[in-house]
């Protein structure tokens, strides 16, 4: 199985600021990787896939790059409405499998 | 607008069954693969199984082969996750979601499921 290991696992920011998530797989994923959103209480939702394509009606201040093992995640001008968990997901092979999530707050 | 909506979740003891129900709407339900993901209480995102979108193929987690079964009805745009011989470590919110090219684009509100006697 392809281990995702995403970092940090918590994150206090100011509004305003740029934040950076990262997420490093076990074996080269080339670009076959997501990035979700979770807001408490809610279903996730997806942010990014092919590692950098934004998600129709995602705002452009969620950036996302990398391919092979490094990939990351990149929150521009940090909103209130920003504060969720934030999840890393493979999709080069079976089975999928998930980072295991980076807390973001706002200080 | 797409829409997946769970439902069939709830107390379960451990040993027995319980059936999920995904409808789906807003979308040309057989032109997508499916899949169900669970999130144990407090944890993290984990991809339970998955259907293509003609119902020929399917895919499981280890944790799961030969207990739950994934289904589909494209007639009806629904999706099922029939969970058998149940164990405590099942108890999770149990999320519907499509899946174009491997990841989740869409999801449902998620449904609980409790395992315990």
């Known amino acids: 199985d392809i281990r995702m290991t995403q970092s940090p696992a918590s994150l206090s920011a100011s509004l305003g600021e740029t934040v950076n998530i990262e997420c490093l797989a076990s074996?080269?994923?080339?670009?076959?990787l997501a990035w979700y959103q979770q807001k408490p209480g809610k279903s996730p939702q997806l942010l990014i896939y092919?590692?950098?394509s934004l998600q129709n009606g995602v705002p452009s201040r969620f950036s996302g790059s990398g391919s092979g093992t490094q990939c990351s995640l990149k929150i521009n001008s940090l909103q209130s409405e920003d504060v969720a968990t934030y999840f890393c997901?493979?999709?080069?092979?079976?089975?999928?499998?998930f980072g295991s999530g980076t807390k973001l707050e706002i200080k | 607008e797409v829409q997946l909506v769970e439902s069939g979740g709830g107390l379960v003891q451990p040993g027995r069954s319980m059936k999920l129900s995904c409808a789906a709407s807003?979308?040309?339900?057989?032109?997508?693969?499916m899949a169900w993901v669970c999130q144990a209480p407090k944890k993290g995102l984990e991809w339970v199984a998955t259907?293509?979108?003609?119902?020929?193929?399917?895919y499981y987690r280890d944790s799961v082969k030969g207990r739950f079964t994934i289904s589909r009805d494209n007639a009806k745009s629904t999706l099922y996750l029939q969970m058998d011989s149940l164990r405590s470590e099942d108890t999770a919110t149990y999320y519907c979601?499509?899946?174009?090219?491997?990841?989740?684009?869409?999801w449902g509100q998620g449904v609980m499921v409790t395992v315990s006697s």
């Open positions: 979601a499509r899946l174009p090219e491997g990841h989740f684009d869409y």
């Open positions: 807003g979308f040309t339900f057989n032109n997508y693969d």
């Open positions: 259907i293509t979108y003609d119902g020929r193929s399917t």
């Open positions: 074996e080269d994923i080339y670009s076959d």
């Open positions: 092919n590692a950098n």
């Open positions: 997901q493979q999709y080069n092979n079976y089975p999928l499998t």
